[in-house]
Each structure stands twice: as structure tokens, then as C-alpha cells.
């Protein structure tokens, strides 16, 4: 007997389920599409809010009653200083720097650039650099003809980008803190509601991602960045006890390169071939094979019992993490790599448990 047409059927069970996630999916796609220019900013505060919490946390504790607004303040605005004196650092010795490159660029074109004396001591290539060398450095004719093919049009274009993306990273600066203040605010509030959505999303696994994914933050800020500096601060001794130019500068160079592995090397390396071309080939020895020497320690024994023993990682995941995460996020997978690999790892483990055997009917 065939069903009559006129009948309703009944709806499906899961059909009202269906269309509330697929509304709540497409309603978070659309905020993250419109949020998209912003997303960096809110992820490095995020992650500056991990790292500076558990210092917040101990000053709540202390003076609960300006956890509310003056603690925020506080810690805000020591994060923006921690980023702002370097840069201004940098800007002030790239304006006393500027002089010297316009008074040099002048004698060039005037008199011309003679060959340095190390150039022909070089075993490979010596005598091929010092006649390119002759060819477009020496004549002053030669420097004026290279300085016009950099037409003024063309410099000025590089100088409007230029200003457009600094503009652009300080907008983002300036919301990264903002965000900041509001995380540092509201943050137990935030966190208890990131662990309920975590818990309703993974199930009982939910809280304990979380909560590896922060220990991840933590471990690699401290084997990241603080060992990071401390390269910088040990190298910068070395270059002013070398003679190397700017040390101070070369050394706050070599801590923001050290954050990142293996690159530490191309700048320590570099400043050892200065030494090199000084004529104090001693000296710049000394240096690279110190800089090796610290870099060494440092990624295989420092790093690894910092950010391995946060996370509970092994050393290989952890520098996949964050050689992955710096090739698809830049500078922000740095950390988002190893709290990505520390989540996988854990739902890994949660996955692959051994479940205990029901009893058998008898």
C-alpha cells in the first residue's frame, strides 16, 4: 500500500541539530572573514596575555583591589615599553647612522671608493672582486652613474610603501595592546568560558588541550625568547671585547635574531667577517667559534628541557612546530606551532589510549 502524497512526512530528528551548526559555522566564518586584517594582532595578544599571566595572577593576589584597572594598566603598558624602547633605540642610531652614509655617499661621488686592502687576501675570488671593485667603485664617473639608475621616482615609490607599512603595523600595535588591556581584565572571565567551550567541543580532553596549549605558550616563550635575549646579551659582551662597531646594537640585533633557530648565526657571522676585513682575523675567529659555541648549548640543551619539558614534547615535534609555524604564520608561528603540535600530541595520547575491556557475558 502506497502512502498517500497529501500526508506529511515526518521531519527529520537531526534536521533542526543540522541547521544550527551549519548557522553557527557560516556566522563564524563571516566574523572571521570580516576580522581577518586583525587576526594577527588578536593572536600576539593573546599570547602576550599567556606569557605576562602568571605574573598578573601573583599581582591580582597581592593587590586585589586594582586588579580591575590599575594592574591592566600596569602590565599593558610595561609589554608596549619592552617592544617600544628597543625600536626607539634602533631609530635613534639609524638617524645618527644616516649622516655618515650621506657624508660617505657624497665622498664617493667626489673622489670614488678606493679598494680595501683585504679585498686581494681573499683566497677565492680576490683578484675578480678587486677588479669589479676598480670597474664601478673606484671612478667617481662609475659611483655618480650607479647612484642615477636609482631614479628619484623609484624612491619615492619605495618611500610611500615604506610609510604605508609602518603605518599599517603600528595600527595592528596599537590594537595588539588594546586587546591586551581588555585580556588582562576580563581574562578569568574569558578563560572560564574557553574551557566550558573546549570541554562541550572535545569532551573530558577538552580543558587538558587547553591547558597543554598554554603550558606550550609558556615553555616556548621562556626557551624562545628569554633564551633568545640571553644569547644576545652574552654575544654583545663578545663583540665589545672583540672591537666589533655598535656592539650594543649588534648584540640587541643578535637576541631578536636568536629567538628564531639557526639564525643567530648569519649575524655573529657577520660580524665576524667585519673583524675579518679590519684586519683582526684573531678577534673574528674568536667570535664566530664563541657564537657557535653558545648557539649549540643553547638549541640542544637549553631549549629542548625548556620548551620539551612544558610541553612534554619531544625535541624533533617541538622544532617542527616552530620551523612550520614561522613558514605559515611568520613570526607568530613561532608560537602557535608548538601549541598546535602540543594539542595534536595530547588528542594523539587521548586517541590511542587502551580502552578498558568490558566484561565478558558468562
Given at each position: 500500500m502506497r502512502p498517500d502524497p497529501a500526508t506529511p512526512r515526518p521531519a527529520l530528528a537531526g534536521g533542526p541539530a543540522i541547521a544550527r551548526i551549519a548557522l553557527a559555522a557560516g556566522l563564524v566564518l563571516l566574523g572571521l572573514w570580516t576580522l581577518h586584517g586583525f587576526l594577527p594582532a588578536l593572536a600576539w595578544a593573546v599570547i602576550l596575555a599567556i606569557a605576562a599571566w602568571p605574573g598578573f595572577a601573583r599581582a591580582g593576589r597581592r593587590w586585589p583591589a586594582q586588579r580591575r584597572l590599575l594592574l591592566p594598566i600596569i602590565f599593558t603598558g610595561a609589554i608596549a615599553l619592552l617592544f617600544l624602547l628597543p625600536l626607539g633605540l634602533l631609530a635613534v642610531q639609524a638617524g645618527r647612522e644616516a649622516g655618515g652614509l650621506l657624508h660617505w655617499l657624497q665622498e664617493a661621488q667626489q673622489s670614488g671608493l678606493p679598494p680595501p686592502a683585504w679585498l686581494t687576501k681573499l683566497p677565492l675570488g680576490g683578484a675578480a672582486l678587486r677588479h669589479w671593485w676598480q670597474q664601478n667603485l673606484a671612478d667617481p664617473e662609475a659611483v655618480a652613474g650607479l647612484l642615477a639608475r636609482l631614479r628619484q621616482s623609484e624612491l619615492l615609490g619605495m618611500g610611500r610603501e615604506l610609510g604605508a607599512s609602518l603605518l599599517h603595523r603600528a595600527i595592528l600595535f596599537g590594537f595588539t595592546i588594546l586587546t591586551l588591556f581588555f585580556l588582562f581584565r576580563d581574562g578569568e572571565t574569558l578563560a572560564a568560558q574557553a574551557r566550558r567551550a573546549s570541554a562541550r567541543l572535545l569532551g573530558p580532553a577538552g580543558e587538558r588541550v587547553a591547558r597543554q596549549m598554554m603550558a606550550s605558550v609558556h615553555g616556548t616563550v621562556d626557551g624562545l625568547v628569554l633564551v633568545g635575549l640571553g644569547e644576545g646579551l652574552l654575544l654583545g659582551i663578545a663583540y665589545a671585547l672583540a672591537g666589533?662597531?655598535?656592539?650594543?646594537?649588534?648584540?640587541?640585533?643578535?637576541?631578536?635574531?636568536?629567538?628564531?633557530?639557526?639564525?643567530?648565526?648569519?649575524?655573529?657571522?657577520?660580524?665576524?667577517?667585519?673583524?675579518?676585513?679590519?684586519?683582526?682575523?684573531?678577534?673574528?675567529?674568536?667570535?664566530?667559534?664563541?657564537?657557535?659555541?653558545?648557539v649549540f648549548v643553547a638549541d640542544h640543551a637549553v631549549r629542548p628541557a625548556l620548551i620539551g619539558?612544558?610541553?612534554?614534547?619531544?625535541?624533533?615535534?617541538?622544532?617542527?612546530?616552530?620551523?612550520?609555524?614561522?613558514?605559515?604564520?611568520?613570526?607568530?608561528?613561532?608560537?602557535?606551532?608548538?601549541?598546535?603540535?602540543?594539542?595534536?600530541?595530547?588528542l594523539w595520547q587521548e586517541w590511542t589510549a587502551p580502552r578498558p575491556e568490558a566484561p565478558r557475558p558468562g
Open positions: 666589533v662597531p655598535h656592539p650594543t646594537l649588534l648584540g640587541a640585533v643578535t637576541g631578536l635574531a636568536a629567538i628564531i633557530p639557526f639564525a643567530a648565526p648569519v649575524v655573529f657571522g657577520g660580524a665576524a667577517l667585519v673583524l675579518f676585513a679590519q684586519g683582526a682575523a684573531t678577534a673574528g675567529l674568536a667570535v664566530f667559534l664563541f657564537g657557535m659555541v653558545v619539558g612544558a610541553t612534554r614534547l619531544p625535541f624533533l615535534l617541538v622544532l617542527l612546530g616552530i620551523l612550520g609555524g614561522v613558514e605559515s604564520w611568520g613570526l607568530l608561528g613561532l608560537f602557535l606551532g608548538p601549541a598546535l603540535m602540543a594539542a595534536l600530541a595530547l
